[in-house]
């Protein structure tokens, strides 16, 4: 299969529209109402002019400096969290407030979607939120509230797509600018400001873009001379490709499903493992009807030789389409893997999706081929049914076995408690938490970074998220990242 790279900050700056202008093109004119205008004097006509001139003059000499963009993968998908002024070399800006500046924010898919049915629920047009402003010599940072300011926008295509953003900045108040040294330049300066719009965010940075001809383009993380592991990552139905738009990137910003893997608090655990996340050219869904299977398998052979991994030491992991996926590369590749993490698989849509629901006897193929599973699940799902889900596959997975069930209670509060159902041997796990009477999951978060958190709830289907910050425990207090590594670092 031929191949070719894109740093996945690239596949960021394709992703982002750098805008001409910032008016409204479209906007509508009025001829004035003719009026009889007082007569002036020759003298005034020329004073008139001299002041229009100096004023155009010094709106033309304004200072403008350049703004940069910095992402944050969250829970719920990558935001714009920063933004960096740069007010140049041997300066130093001071009496800076929250309310200094207005950012202007909007984001958009209009024109990716133009000339098709679909539609996106995820466009914005929005006064960025400020919640914190620091100055660190000639640079402002201005700090956003992490709940607003996705990267993706959702579209009824079931889709996240990158969205083209555009940043506008205007400074409502002067700040004070002064050289390295300490001289004044300017106690109360005024400045304006551009943004290219792009974005940089150092955990996709650690990522490679490696599209495949004929295959399944996937996004690669490198962890370097001497690693010989590898985890695989099977992204939800919401981060495939949409319109054939080989994006190959949707897969590490809708959730922190790729990132997660290539953290320090990771890679720690796992002991240096490269990360491979695949991006579905469509859906996992259609992982027989396309032969899915057999290409993320020979992909994943490829990268085995190529960067020297034991093949006795890959991890596969996926959540609800990705789960469904993870379970399909079990039943026909269980060679592949030493150990699985499985999020809320998604076998009771499959069928009416363009899959096929695994039967029995191709579950009881993942007992047989002897592969640890570990699974997660909200004790109720709206979206795949726990019962049919992640509780079949465990009832398969333990029948005959003795089960012992362990009640665990969250340090945090705001975050869903769990219980842990594990056999003794603890190959087979299940962690199902608590959901509310709205059916939704808890989660503690701090996106306004004022240090104290904050009790988010999002869908009863996003359990995931507990599985990405490594929280599901075993009666033993293993947690579950722990316990695949326990599987390769022999």
């Known amino acids: 299969m031929m191949k070719r790279t894109l740093s996945a900050a690239l596949i960021c700056m394709m992703a982002a ?70 007010f140049g070399d041997s300066k130093k800006v001071t009496n800076v407030e929250n309310d200094t500046f207005t950012v202007h924010a909007t984001a958009s898919v209009k024109e990716f979607l133009e000339g098709t049915d679909l539609e996106s629920y995820g466009d914005y047009d929005i006064d960025r ?24 926008a959702y579209t009824s295509g079931s889709r996240n797509y990158p969205a083209d953003l555009t940043y506008t900045i205007i400074q409502n108040k002067p700040v004070t600018l002064t050289a390295a040294d300490g001289t004044m330049l300017e106690e109360e300066y005024t400045a304006e400001y551009t943004c290219d719009n792009t974005v940089e965010d150092e955990e996709t940075a650690k990522f490679e873009s490696v599209l495949v001809d004929g295959g399944i383009n996937y996004q690669f993380y490198n962890a370097g001379e001497g690693a010989d592991k590898l985890v695989i990552w099977f992204h939800g139905n919401g981060e495939g490709d949409l319109l054939e738009s080989r994006n190959n990137v949707a897969q590490i910003l809708g959730n922190r499903g790729g990132v997660a893997w290539a ?64 379970s399909r590369m079990l039943i026909a590749h269980p060679e592949l893997f030493a150990a699985a993490v499985i999020n809320c698989p998604a076998y ?131 947690h579950i990242v722990d316990w695949a590594a326990g599987f390769v670092n022999k």
């Open 129 to 152: 939120k400020i919640v914190k402003t620091e100055t660190d010599g000639q640079k402002v940072i201005l700090y956003f509230d992490q709940s607003e300011g996705a990267t993706l």
């Open 348 to 478: 009771d849509v499959a069928s009416d999706r363009g899959g096929e629901t695994p039967t029995d006897e191709e579950l009881k193929a993942i007992k047989d081929s002897g592969v640890p599973v570990w699974l997660v699940q909200g004790e109720t799902d709206s979206v795949v049914a726990t019962e049919e889900c992640s509780k079949r596959l465990f009832a398969i997975l333990t029948e005959g076995q003795e089960v012992t069930e362990t009640a665990v209670k969250q340090e945090m509060e705001q975050d869903s408690d769990f219980t842990t159902y594990e056999t003794a041997d603890g190959k087979y796990k299940l962690s199902l938490y608590e959901t509310t009477e709205d059916d939704k999951l808890r989660f503690a978060e701090d996106y306004d970074r004022d240090g104290e958190m904050t009790e988010v709830l999002y869908s009863n289907h996003w359990s995931w998220i507990y599985t990405l910050k490594n929280n599901p425990q075993a009666a033993d207090g293993t």
């Open 17 to 86: 529209s750098v805008m001409g202008g910032c008016g409204d093109g479209a906007q509508e004119t009025k001829a004035p109402e003719t009026q009889a205008e007082p007569q002036t004097s020759a003298q005034e006509t020329a004073e008139s002019e001299t002041e229009t001139e100096a004023e155009s003059e010094k709106k033309e000499s304004g200072d403008t400096y350049g703004c940069q963009l910095y992402g944050t993968v969250t829970d719920a998908g990558q935001v714009v969290s920063e933004m960096v002024i740069d």
């Open 263 to 326: 953290s320090d608090e990771f890679q720690e655990i796992l002991g240096k493992a490269h990360v491979m996340a695949f991006q579905a050219p469509d859906t996992w869904y259609y992982a027989q009807r396309d032969g899915l299977l057999e290409k993320a398998a020979d992909e994943i052979k490829e990268v085995v030789e190529k960067y020297k991994v034991d093949p006795g030491k890959v991890l596969v992991a996926g959540c609800s389409a990705g789960g469904y996926m993870t």
